[in-house]
């Protein structure tokens, strides 16, 4: 009988490429996992493992055993998830990715609610890059992810993930009121200086696509991944952006905020595990989700 530990172990060596980045994953010594590998090698009588510069490299019979065990984890994951249906409260915990804005703006509602409504839950919440989240979870680093997809840039997909939509907000231009010349559409813009999220980030291309399709290179001084950074340039008068609506949430704009042609709207979405999607954990992260996005709707800026 083969051991499911052990299998699961050579899946992450194929989720994260090195035996260092599974041993610091799953808490771990890389002695430890290299063990426990070389222990699944003697139970199946085969090599499954070849070094590669630092790396290693799963041989053919290593990779039918990966997918026979996801296909086990997500059987073990559906059993979880049908017998956490049959209690009568939601317990245990769920381990949750999000970006920053919508962190901000939906997490502490939802959060507040599923602390009254569920008190047995525990919730844990870690800011990731939506495509970075979206991977990790597909790994089960995470639970459930909320991730973004602007328009005409679509996110990643994972086969085992699902994508529920959960709510959208308006991009729009976002400039000072004082500090730089008077700007009235998006190719005023272009003398102007900008700040941007750092390269790689979805909303870093469509920003560049858009100054792009205006006529103009933007000239991009400022980058950070961090949008009330973002935003206190330009409230001081030292860059121009485009923003998403999901930032005013519960505040009013401290900066001019103008319309994009054709308005663009950013889609937010979560996804989970299709094989735990019917855990109640997940079914009330995403009920209570829903009704925070709704009562957030409310609060955006007029468009």
Not at 70 to 89: F, V
Not at 212 to 230: H, I, M, S
Request: aromatic content about 4%.
């Amino acid at each position: 009988m083969l051991d499911v530990r052990r299998m699961t172990l050579l899946r992450e060596v194929k989720v994260r490429g090195t035996l260092a980045a599974v041993a610091e994953a799953l808490s771990l010594s890389p002695s430890a996992v290299s063990q426990q590998l070389a222990l699944l090698e003697k139970d199946v009588g085969v090599e499954l493992l070849r070094k590669s510069g630092r790396r290693v490299q799963l041989t053919p019979q290593a990779e039918i055993l990966v997918a026979h065990t996801s296909d086990i984890l997500e059987s073990l994951e559906r059993a979880e998830a049908d017998l956490a249906s049959s209690l009568t409260t939601v317990t245990g915990t769920i381990r949750i990715a999000v970006f920053q804005s919508a962190a901000l703006a939906l997490l502490p509602g939802a959060l507040s609610i599923l602390r009254r409504e569920h008190p047995e839950l525990r919730v844990e919440m870690v800011q990731r890059e939506p495509e970075t989240a979206l991977y990790e979870t597909w790994a089960r680093d995470f639970d459930l992810v909320i991730a973004e997809q602007y328009p005409g840039h679509a996110a990643v997909r994972h086969a085992e993930l699902d994508r529920v939509h959960l709510t959208s907000d308006a991009l729009r231009l976002a400039v000072p009121h004082a500090g730089l010349p008077p700007v009235q559409s998006l190719a005023d813009t272009a003398e102007l200086p900008w700040v941007m999220e750092p390269r790689g980030a979805a909303s870093r291309h469509w920003a560049e696509q858009a100054c792009r399709r205006a006529g103009f290179e933007p000239d991009v001084r400022y980058e950070t991944a961090d949008l009330q950074a973002q935003i206190r340039l330009i409230e001081s008068g030292n860059a121009v952006a485009l923003m998403p609506d999901l930032v005013w949430t519960g505040r009013e704009p401290s900066v001019a905020l103008l319309e994009l042609p054709g308005r663009p709207r950013r889609s937010i979405f979560t996804s989970v595990r299709r094989a735990g999607r019917r855990r109640p954990a997940i079914l009330a992260c995403r009920e209570v989700l829903d009704r925070s996005a709704r009562q957030v709707a409310g609060q955006q800026p007029a468009g």
